[in-house]
């Protein structure tokens, strides 16, 4: 990629854009359970920041960070998911049936946490890990992730 | 039983997600043939559960009441359907890691064969029209990945085509699902028959209609077929073998679905039609064509047309026909597909111009080739004599003479072709193995060299023997599935009750 950064953008995006963005991300997935968000809409957020961090002109930052492979993060999403789905089948439950528990944390007081919650951090990682597959497939440099995971070769 | 119905579902799709966490190829192998034997052990259990009483197994996902969850639900023709997909599934695996193609070896053949395979499962379990178009979703993003996995120049020709008219597939079958939800306010299969049948004429034509179309165009009928010669042939020969053993056979097992439970007897003048031009344009195509997979991949159309037509007819013993065509269709197409992978695996293509002699070169390959063969052509004694002996003889009691001739005519023609490829293929010179000694042309030894392919492929084989073996008792089965078709209300009753 040679598109030469923009400076403002730039400073935005990363500076401020992508902490406040991932905020909201992780408080649109977690009110998913009652009110409108959930996991899919947080992966979107978090999505639309690399999308975000692409459009100013650099290649996203996950090359060099955590997530250098999106197939990976994929795997562990859908891992997180159907592990949830399939866990109540072990205590005699209906699969996706879910559990509440309430839970009493110092300062805040009670908080109900419900076993739901995993499958939607699940489906969060699935759309952050799809994202950034379609941007370094599509958007970045195509081969460095043919390349990663040896398809196309031929 | 809740478990043992979602398990085929969610055993390969959680084995997707190991796959794609682990990126060995050894352990993907291992990961993903564990979790289809886990899967196939459930469909066995069901099928042994249903077989014995007959009754009608449900499980609601998410501990939801009636029509609120995700419902998978088995009745004969499920159970046997689910029972025989997950083993030629299971099988193809075996015989694509035996293969070693590029395809196979790439990290995401494995992954996203799980999530094939999870598709198909539920496809066959689904309880509602929603839950179903997403199994159809699930299935179709699969294979488009896979048809183009290789990524050469002629399988991204081919996967546009195939990509395009699966996506207008889907879109006529969600618009036909938002019409149904739109005029009855349900899409759970035990509540639609009721409603369905309160609506006006018109508006029921309709809506069967578009359901008949999409499921039409999956199952490739005249005339929305012309999709699969194109695309099929193109792909690897295990993933070939996979979507013509089962892909289109969903689409059937959904028409059929929809014309004993939904619409029941409907429109069936127009089915009959359909299900005649299906057979007859099948069989022009293979007997015009020089290669081995594209004369299979017509082969499939043609074989479609019979089983439209048995539905068509409709009646206790063309369904029973139907289903009995219908389950004897997956391993006897899957083998003949795994048979062309060996071959142009051996001999670099399968082209019938350049390849001769195998059964000089391997007696037991001529074999596995000649017994599907000869159950495709519905030659006594194999059970694709049964199967056309028993449709034949409904559409007579039914007086449909002319479909019956045709039908006999065609399946002169079926053998015609396949004798045609035997010929070409199997008699003559042999030539020499491009993998191998370069003086393998000894009289045996072809087999030698793919042996994981070979007994994946006999297994296969052995199973429409043994098909055979047992047509008697397994005849009786599938009579008493037709009833169970034929009989909506005891669907309906049995879903709501559990």
């Keep these: ?154 | 039983m809740t478990a043992l119905l979602t398990l085929p579902v969610l055993g390969p799709l959680v084995a997707a997600a190991l796959c794609l966490v682990f990126r060995r190829l050894n352990v993907q192998r291992a990961i993903s043939f564990a979790s289809l034997t886990v899967a196939a052990g459930c469909a066995v259990a069901v099928f042994v559960n249903v077989w014995g009483d007959g009754e009608v197994r449900v499980a609601r996902m998410g501990g939801w009441p009636g029509s609120f969850a995700i419902t998978f639900v088995a009745d004969r023709l499920s159970a046997v359907m689910l029972l025989v997909a997950l083993a030629a599934v299971t099988l193809v695996l075996i015989y694509a890691i035996g293969q070693r193609a590029p395809d196979e070896r790439s990290s995401f053949y494995h992954p996203v064969y799980m999530v094939m395979s999870a598709g198909i499962a539920q496809a066959l379990l689904a309880g509602d029209l929603f839950n179903l178009f997403v199994a159809f979703e699930i299935l179709l993003m699969a294979s488009y990945v896979l048809l183009t996995l290789e990524g050469t120049n002629e399988q991204i020709r081919a996967g546009t085509t195939y990509v395009v008219l699966n996506i207008l597939e889907s879109l006529v079958l969600l618009v036909a699902i938002g019409l149904v939800f739109a005029a009855t306010g349900t899409v759970n299969m035990a509540e639609l028959p009721e409603r369905l049948a309160e609506l006006p004429d018109g508006v029921r034509t309709s809506l069967h209609l578009f359901l008949l179309i999409a499921f039409g165009i999956k199952a490739a009928v005249f005339p929305l077929f012309f999709w699969l010669p194109d695309s099929y042939p193109t792909a690897p020969s295990s993933v070939s073998a996979v979507f013509a053993g089962l892909l289109t056979k969903i689409g059937v097992y959904c028409m059929i679905r929809t014309q004993t439970l939904l619409f029941p007897g409907e429109a069936s003048d127009l089915i009959v039609v359909v299900g005649i031009l299906t057979m007859v344009i099948g069989i022009i195509g293979a007997v015009s064509h020089q290669n081995m997979k594209r004369i299979l991949s017509f082969h499939i159309i043609s074989q479609i047309g019979y089983m439209v037509f048995g539905l068509g007819i409709g009646g206790e013993a063309a369904i029973a026909a139907t289903v009995f065509f219908l389950v004897h269709q997956i391993p006897v197409k899957t083998s003949l597909f795994l048979v062309e992978g060996i071959v142009s695996r051996d001999q670099g293509s399968s082209s019938l111009k350049e390849v001769s002699g195998l059964a000089r070169r391997s007696p037991w390959l001529a074999v596995l080739f000649l017994l599907p063969a000869l159950s495709l052509a519905g030659l006594p004694p194999f059970p694709g004599f049964l199967a056309k002996f028993s449709l034949v003889r409904a559409g007579l009691d039914a007086e449909h003479y002319v479909g019956v001739a045709i039908a006999i005519t065609v399946s002169l023609f079926t053998l015609v072709s396949m004798v045609k490829i035997w010929v070409a293929a199997f008699w003559g010179e042999a030539k020499p193995s491009s993998v191998g000694q370069p003086d393998a042309v000894a009289t045996v030894g072809l087999l030698r060299h793919h042996r994981l392919m070979a007994t994946s492929t006999a297994v296969m084989v052995v199973g429409i023997v043994m098909l055979a073996v047992v047509a008697g008792p397994f005849f009786q089965f599938v009579t008493d599935a037709a009833l169970q078709l034929l009989d909506p209300a005891s669907y309906v009753s049995a879903v709501r009750s559990s």
């Excluded at chain 1, 406040?20 to 998913?32: D, K, W």
């Excluded at chain 1, 920041?49 to 492979?69: D, K, N, S, Y």
């Excluded at chain 1, 300062?107 to 890990?129: H, N, P, T, Y």
């Design chain 1, 1 to 154: 990629m040679n598109f030469r950064p923009s400076a403002i953008l730039d400073e935005l995006v990363d500076r401020w854009l992508s902490k406040v963005a991932v905020l909201v991300a992780v408080y649109v997935t977690f009110r998913g359970h009652n009110a409108p968000g959930g996991g899919f809409a947080g992966g979107l957020v978090v999505g639309g920041v690399f999308v975000l961090q692409f459009l100013t002109g650099r290649e996203p930052h996950i090359r060099h960070r955590p997530i250098r492979r999106p197939t990976l993060l994929l795997g562990f999403g859908l891992l997180v998911a159907l592990v949830t789905t399939v866990i109540p089948l072990v205590v005699d439950a209906s699969p996706l049936e879910s559990h509440i528990w309430k839970l009493n944390v110092p300062f805040i007081g009670e908080v109900k946490v419900v076993s739901s919650m995993f499958f939607d951090l699940g489906v969060f990682f699935v759309v952050v890990a799809v994202v950034l597959m379609v941007l370094l497939s599509l958007g970045a440099r195509g081969e460095s992730l043919v390349g990663d995971d040896g398809v196309g070769a031929s």
